[in-house]
């Protein structure tokens, strides 16, 4: 069984870029969560897809979007970079059915901008 | 708004001691409460998941329990080791949304 995957592992991009981060899920997962967590801190829920639809969102602005794929791999898409954007971005994998169950977390993308 | 806190953010304990870490929520509506340790630039490692019905959980040497109704989990860690030494975070999840703890730094000194 496959675990959580993300790439790229590292990334630099300068104010004003933009970015896409991608993320496999676990086999048999259908629902992707994406996660913000800078230095220091507990990561902060950007949102949920399930069934490739958006299903929850944190306080994060629109310049923060996603997709989920048929077959429940996920991309996160950040428009307009600003420094305050470098952090570790976490995705993490579950299946949802009669109840919300475990998360599984990737390694994360570590994002630095300059 | 839900808000997680843990205590302490920081703890050293020699090799062998039992442990408690405490987390907080200050929303009981919640569909289950997730612990999880990371170690420094890596991701989160699952350790237990606690759904709302339940109690508490035990995995090895592990021991979550959960108060709903008080916002209340604790995980006890026992005859903890070295490689125990990680940061621990707790995560509820409200049905849309999960709200992390900003984590307590464990330190298992040999």
Same mark, same amino acid.
Request: glycine letters at 4%; charged letters at 25%.
């Given at each position: 069984e496959t675990g959580v995957t993300q790439s790229p592992t590292h990334l630099i991009k300068t104010r004003g870029q933009q970015v896409t981060l991608r993320c496999s899920s676990q086999s048999g997962h259908n629902t992707v969560s994406w996660y913000q967590q800078a230095l220091g801190q507990g990561p902060q829920f950007i949102f949920q897809y399930y069934r490739e639809e958006e299903n929850g969102r944190g306080?994060?602005?629109?310049?923060?979007s996603g997709l989920q794929f048929p077959n429940y791999s996920s991309e996160l898409n950040v428009n307009?970079?600003?420094? /305050? /954007?470098s952090a570790l971005y976490l995705c993490a994998s579950s299946f949802r059915g009669a109840s919300y169950n475990e998360q599984f977390f990737g390694p994360g993308t570590r994002l630095t901008v300059l | 708004k839900q808000e997680v806190t843990q205590i302490p953010a920081a703890l050293s304990v020699p090799e062998g001691e039992n442990l408690v870490l405490n987390c907080s929520f200050t /929303?009981?509506?919640?569909y289950n409460l997730q612990w999880f340790r990371q170690d420094p630039g890596k991701g989160l490692t699952s350790l237990l998941l606690i759904q709302s019905s339940q109690r508490e959980q035990t995995s090895g040497r592990l021991n979550a329990s959960l108060d709903k109704s008080s916002g209340r989990s604790t995980l006890y860690i026992a005859?903890?080791?070295?490689? /125990?030494s990680a940061t621990y975070l707790c995560a509820v999840n409200t049905g849309n949304q999960f709200y992390f703890g900003t984590g307590t730094s464990l330190t298992v000194i040999p």
């Open positions: 306080n994060f602005p629109p310049r923060f307009a970079l600003e420094l /305050d /954007d | /929303d009981s509506a919640i005859a903890s080791q070295p490689g /125990d």
